[in-house]
């Protein structure tokens, strides 16, 4: 399974990059994560829980970035093994570029699976695939551009929007 797609984000490129680098926001980005460890020189270790269909599985996986061009592109690549249900695998290169809102991240996905996991069908694999992808991505702009205006404001009283917008804060700290 292959896909494609970008994303402007109203941040500057290199806090864009700061957070694709960090475990705490890949962790709040992957949907299912329950833990992200680790560093982008050594990889990042992650367990995710998952359901695809009518399998459901706890995958325990690594995460590595690879071809890293400072500020300009990498590629995270992570492979996942859900016991009985299989595995799953992919890769995603990233590419930052400057637009006037910010950072346009252009990305291309590949995915694989396998054992049961790979039983269910392409239509759906490929589906789960895509929209595994797009969870993401809309989840790392979001976390990266942090809360809207109007809803910071509605939402000063939420101990979410102090989390979205302090990520930049427990990187450097």
Request: charged share 30%; glycine share 12%.
């Amino acid at each position: 399974m292959q896909m494609n797609d970008q994303r402007d984000i109203n941040a500057p490129r290199s806090e864009v990059w700061a957070a694709l680098l960090s475990a705490d926001v890949l962790k709040e980005c992957v949907p299912g994560a329950q833990e992200v460890t680790g560093n982008p020189q050594d990889g990042f270790e992650a367990t995710v829980v998952q359901k695809v269909g009518p399998v459901k599985a706890t995958f325990k996986g690594q995460v590595s970035l690879t071809d890293m061009v400072e500020g300009e592109s990498l590629t995270l690549s992570g492979e996942g093994k859900g016991g009985a249900a299989g595995f799953a695998k992919g890769e995603a290169k990233v590419r930052l570029e400057d637009i006037p809102e910010g950072t346009r991240l252009i990305y291309d996905v590949e995915a694989k699976v396998g054992g049961k996991l790979a039983q269910l069908g392409s239509r759906l694999i490929d589906g789960f695939a895509k929209k595994m992808a797009d969870q993401f991505f809309e989840n790392f702009q979001n976390v990266v551009e942090g809360p809207a205006e109007d809803e910071a404001a509605t939402a000063d009283s939420t101990e979410e929007a102090p989390k979205k917008k302090g990520w930049l804060s427990r990187l450097k700290g």
